[in-house]
Structure formats: C-alpha cells, structure tokens
C-alpha cells in the first residue's frame, strides 16, 4: 500500500555532491520522522541523518558539516544533500519512516535503496 521510493543516487568523483529523494505515497495519514541510513559493502547498516515531523534535525559524527537533511510535508518527501563526498561515503542508501496508513496503523517503511558510489 505504501512506498518510499528513494533516488539521486550515482556515480561521483571524491570533493562532488549529490542529492537524494525519497518519496511517500500511499494511503498516507501522517509520517513522523524521517531518516536516512546507508550500508557499504560488508558492513551494516548505519545512521546518517533524521529530520521529525517539525523539522529537528541530527545527523551521525562522520557527515556533520557535509551532509543536509530536508523534507517537504506537502510532497511526503524527504531529501540528503551531500557535499564533499568522501570515497568512505560508498554506499547503498536507504530513507526509513514510520507512517499511519489507513489500514494497517502505524508502521516502519524502508525504501529500496539507491546506489551511491565516490571515486578517488
């Protein structure tokens, strides 16, 4: 019923930026906050950045500075500005939300994912 579809993701050179999105839709009632996470190659899934329902923000250690988290209420979407991508940013990103639908209730929702890869 619901979905979040992420994209933006690409190839980049190490100093680039890119955008992601990641966008709701469904039977939508309201979605709290929304996060982003990645995970490289061999390694576990991570936090990177969250922004709630009324905009506050945190983000992990490693993309404070380079990173921005932003959301459009009217649109259900979530977007990650990254800047200064580091070649150790390689990843596979995931946006994550919890979402009352009409149905079901409250839920946790993942999307599928985008690819993100920084060459040296």
């Known amino acids: 019923q619901v979905q979040l579809v992420e994209s933006g993701g690409g190839l980049v050179q190490a100093g680039g930026s890119l955008r992601l999105s990641c966008a709701a839709s469904?039977?939508?009632?309201?979605?709290?906050?929304m996060g982003w996470y990645r995970q490289a190659p061999g390694k576990t899934r991570e936090f990177v950045a969250r922004?709630?329902?009324?905009?506050?923000?945190n983000y992990a250690d490693s993309v404070k500075g380079r990173f921005t988290i932003s959301r459009d209420n009217a649109k259900n979407t979530v977007y990650l500005q990254m800047n200064s991508l580091k070649p150790e940013d390689t990843a596979v990103y995931y946006c994550?939300?919890?979402?009352?639908?009409?149905?079901?209730?409250?839920?946790?929702?993942w999307g599928q994912g985008t690819q993100v890869t920084v060459s040296s």
């Open positions: 922004i709630t329902s009324g905009g506050s923000t």
């Open positions: 994550n939300a919890p979402i009352l639908t009409a149905f079901l209730g409250w839920g946790d929702y």
């Open positions: 469904g039977s939508i009632f309201s979605i709290n906050a």
